[in-house]
């Protein structure tokens, strides 16, 4: 019997370690929970915060294609896109420019080449016919050399 109770006896010990440990962590846990709200600011995803509109990017012209309208500098990674834009007149390629890279109205955009907003319409779709046009003519032209 000596055996059996000292057994129990090391059982209820190693119990009451083990309860103590996990109280411990458990206290340890909200102390840090604690002073971590009160210093810090708890983010989820710290990533968030860091946005592509914020950052620089580096660009070179051997990196990209780049198209240059009125001092700026537009990077493409489409050599097919580059190369059917620089077969735009200035006007058509402005419109485009202006609307899908800067994001700017069409009133905006009309103000800039002082045109009206009807012209500028007319003008993005004749540009983007052209591309289609000459997307089409290249796709026959690489089809009749395969």
Known sequence: MNCESEQAAAGAMFDAFC???????????????????????ITPDPEQYISARDAVFDVYETDHLVIEFEGSIYPLDNEKLYQSMLTLPKNLLGVLLLKFWHGQKDAIIASHFGVSTRTIRQWRSLAIAEIRKWYQDKEVEFSDTS
């Open 19 to 41: 309860k103590e440990v996990l109280r411990n962590t458990v206290f340890n846990y909200k102390r840090k929970i604690k002073r971590q709200s009160s210093r810090e600011v």
